[in-house]
């Protein structure tokens, strides 16, 4: 393009931005600066050339200078472990972010931790597919504390903890499942229990937190061992997946 012909058109655009002002882009106009100065290009123009400092946001730099302690650490451990491994002689491949995407996106597959672990390497076939729809999760969950009271807001002691950890064959961080026959929550709930002294427990499940549940309903699935396990369905074009327990 000549100079004389961008000149041109872009007095063809600023016309149309002054006879389509405030409604939507114009059909046919491709020049996305010209045609919306207001919402784009202003705040570019008025910065020019000068640094984030110069133009009022010294904040911003500071940010930028601050290192990546977090994504040193992470690959410094990928990078020992996959040296580790390939020491011991067995077959071993792996494969960069770029890899992975490609896999993905030729199989058709959603932006999932799941299918990322499924389409790393050269090696991923063409007619993978997956056995299953929900993927196993688990979360650490500790064995507790040794905090024997807990505070408000301010900082204040506002009720006791008593040192016994188990009350009526129970602790918390059971997994177990109650079948409650009447009240309130009638049904059969499945979770992870907290314990209360006066034998109510609280069970958190896939459909939110149930309280008031007598131990005499309840039953041993799993004795805690710090961790909380769920299940997530692996659902395509959700950005929202469920999470249920078993």
Not at 39 to 62: D, I, W, Y
Not at 66 to 71: E, H, S
Request: glycine share 10%; with cysteine.
């Amino acid at each position: 393009m000549k100079r004389g012909d961008y000149h041109v058109s872009r007095k063809v655009n600023i016309a149309r931005y002054e006879q389509h002002r405030g409604a939507e882009p114009p059909k046919g106009c491709r020049s996305f600066r010209p045609c919306y100065p207001e919402r784009l290009s202003l705040e570019n123009q008025k910065k020019g050339n000068r640094t984030a400092v110069e133009f009022g946001f010294p904040h911003l730099m500071e940010q930028a200078k601050i290192p990546l302690k977090d994504a040193a650490a992470v690959n410094t451990t990928r990078w020992a472990l996959w040296w580790r491994l390939n020491s011991t002689g067995l077959p071993l491949e792996m494969g960069t972010g770029g890899r992975t995407k490609w896999n993905r996106t030729r199989l058709g597959w959603d932006k999932t931790h799941a299918n990322d672990a499924a389409c790393v390497g050269a090696s991923t076939p063409d007619d993978l597919a997956l056995a299953t729809e929900s993927v196993l999760l688990m979360r650490a969950k500790g064995h507790g504390s040794r905090q024997m009271g807990r505070t408000n807001k301010y900082g204040f002691p506002i009720r006791h903890v008593p040192r016994q950890k188990v009350w009526f064959g129970f602790r918390t961080g059971d997994l177990v499942r109650a079948v409650a026959h009447r009240g309130k929550y009638a049904g059969v709930h499945v979770g992870r229990v907290a314990i209360r002294t006066s034998g109510k427990f609280n069970i958190a499940t896939a459909k939110g937190l149930v309280q008031g549940i007598s131990y005499r309903h309840c039953h041993i699935v799993q004795r805690a061992d710090g961790y909380a396990y769920g299940h997530r369905k692996e659902e395509r074009h959700s950005s929202h997946p469920v999470l249920a327990l078993p």
